[in-house]
T-cell receptor, first 117, second 111 residues
Framework: NAGVTQTPKFRILKIGQSMTLQCTQDMNHNYMYWYRQDPGMGLKLIYYSVGAGITDKGEVPNGYNVSRSTTEDFPLRLELAAPSQTSVYFC????????????????FGEGSRLTVL | TQLLEQSPQFLSIQEGENLTVYCNSSSVFSSLQWYRQEPGEGPVLLVTVVTGGEVKKLKRLTFQFGDARKDSSLHITAAQPGDTGLYLCAGAWNQGGKLIFGQGTELSVKP
């Protein structure tokens, strides 16, 4: 199995541009998440989804949008990119809601490194 | 805002040495996890602890959950270069809070 696949791996954007980070998983997991990782800051939850058609905000949702039309896919949209959105973005999935309670296992993709200039 | 503080942030040691990484909070966790992340990859779960005082071992790695469930530690015995990576703790609080990550400990083990 491929697990969680993210594209693109690297991208450079100009201020004000928009783009979509793609994420797909083949493990039939209901729960999917988007995190951003900045040096010395750990991982911050941007948005998450508990199933197709259902999404909710995490700790740092401003400047981002998500949709979940299928179980497999959970794209992250950046509108009007800003330098503060320069980061490494990780998509993750889990089988159970336990992740939200701290007991389930998160499966991560390899990350997408985004630079906004 | 609930915070998880990890220490140290950076650790550079020689192969064969022992080390301990700490994860602390002022709040009580319902559970705590440790992840390891290698460069260019996503984090991978090492362990989940849920009971105060719990100790789990994974080969040369020993994980401990504090009795009061406010802190945790990761101890590596006889570190090897393959242990190099970013170690992240992640915890959830009893009040239905979502999983929160610490800032990470960057470990470098030199041959």
């Amino acid at each position: 199995n491929a697990g969680v696949t993210q594209t693109p791996k690297f991208r450079i954007l100009k201020i004000g541009q928009s783009m979509t980070l793609q994420c797909t998983q083949d493990m039939n997991h209901n729960y999917m998440y988007w995190y951003r990782q900045d040096p010395g800051m750990g991982l911050k939850l941007i948005y998450y989804s508990v199933g197709a058609g259902i999404t909710d905000k995490g700790e740092v949702p401003n400047g981002y949008n998500v949709s979940r039309s299928t179980t497999e896919d959970f794209p992250l949209r950046l509108e009007l990119a800003a330098p503060s959105q320069t980061s490494v973005y990780f998509c993750a999935s889990s089988y159970s809601s336990g992740v939200l309670l701290g007991t389930g296992e998160l499966f991560f993709g390899e990350g997408s490194r985004l630079t906004v200039l | 805002t609930q915070l998880l503080e990890q220490s140290p942030q950076f650790l550079s040691i020689q192969e064969g040495e022992n080390l301990t990484v700490y994860c602390n909070s002022s709040s009580v966790f319902s559970s705590l996890q440790w992840y390891r992340q290698e460069p260019g990859e996503g984090p991978v779960l090492l362990v989940t602890v849920v009971t105060g005082g719990e100790v789990k071992k994974l080969k040369r790695l020993t994980f401990q959950f504090g009795d009061a469930r406010k802190d945790s530690s990761l101890h590596i015995t006889a570190a090897q270069p393959g242990d190099t990576g970013l170690y992240l703790c992640a915890g959830a609080w009893n009040q239905g809070g979502k999983l929160i990550f610490g800032q990470g400990t960057e470990l470098s083990v030199k041959p």
